[in-house]
């Protein structure tokens, strides 16, 4: 029954389901209505706990800060490897839930990985990423797309020239992320490498002003974004951009998301990882 609490909570949290389904689901396993609602601050307090023991990890530093924008202030969340100075950096940017513990998990990882990592919020102009997600797609209304386009692209200002960065800058991101990393490709010439995972792309015109080499990942069944691919890789041959292009079997739409159990692609996920890493080593020594 854990297990399924759990694939219930993440369902939740993720804004799958919302929360009288939730506590409608969970009653039919516990028994009651009333013992529902009785786990749901429990099951929430476990993910805190969890998020909290990750950001202790003895190898990392890790920290929420906030560096300048078009918007004013954005918050994100940093992480970086306690043993050394400078390091490469990577932006790493989330998915249409906002700043949540998984893509704080994917910032960690990176930093293992021996990068300066960094996960801006792009909710920081209306308030930041809500401990409760169920409607946060109301607040992915409220942003304006050309600002928020801004607001990353500011990140990797702050990148270049922070005391812990080799001045070397990549940018991955997932889903909504990973369109926004195409629109930082697009709007960074500083950028030096970009990777996202199943982003739709960027205009045929606008693929021209794309100065770093991107590999970009795709899901084998994902129809609405693969529809741009055929599109997106002639501009990229148009315009002789350094390029790799990569479509996994068996996959659907967010298959890198180990939170999100009828996504999640154990095989692919760990494929797409190590080429994303070898890429950011290689592009951004």
């Known amino acids: 029954m854990d297990k399924k609490l759990t694939e219930l909570y993440n369902d939740y949290r993720d804004g799958r389901s919302d929360r009288r389904s939730f506590i409608k689901k969970v009653a039919l396993l516990t028994g009651s209505v009333a013992a529902a609602r009785a786990l749901f601050p429990a099951l929430r307090e476990n993910e805190l706990r969890a998020a909290t023991a990750d950001q202790t990890d003895p190898d990392l530093i890790t920290e929420f800060i906030k560096y300048p924008a078009a918007t004013g202030d954005m918050r994100a969340f940093m992480a970086r490897p306690k043993t050394g100075a400078k390091f490469a950096s990577v932006i790493v940017i989330h998915e249409n839930r906002g700043l949540v513990p998984h893509i704080q998990d994917v910032t960690r990882k990176m930093a293992k990985e021996g990068f300066l990592a960094l996960a801006p919020d792009a909710l920081s102009p209306v ?12 607040l992915f209304k409220k942003l304006n797309g050309e600002e ?63 100065k770093a080499p991107v590999m970009a990942h795709y899901a084998e069944n994902d129809a609405g974004i693969n529809a741009g691919i055929q599109a997106f890789e002639e501009a990229l041959k148009k315009n002789k951009k350094e390029y790799q292009i990569f479509t996994y ?34 592009k951004l020594k």
């Open 127 to 138: 308030g930041g990423t809500p401990d409760d997600i169920s409607n946060v797609g109301e």
């Open 148 to 210: 928020t386009t801004k607001n990353f692209v500011a990140a990797v200002k702050y990148l270049k020239t922070h005391p812990n960065s080799t001045g070397k800058v990549g940018c991955t991101g997932f889903c909504w992320g990973g369109a926004m990393t195409n629109q930082v490709a697009v709007n960074s010439p500083d950028l030096d490498a970009a990777v996202p995972y199943y982003g739709r792309q960027p205009a045929e015109e606008d693929v021209a002003k794309i």
């Open 249 to 282: 079997p068996g996959t659907g739409h967010g298959f890198n998301n180990d939170t999100n159990p009828g996504r999640f692609h154990e095989e692919a996920a760990k494929l797409a990882w190590g080429r994303t890493v070898g890429f950011f080593k290689e």
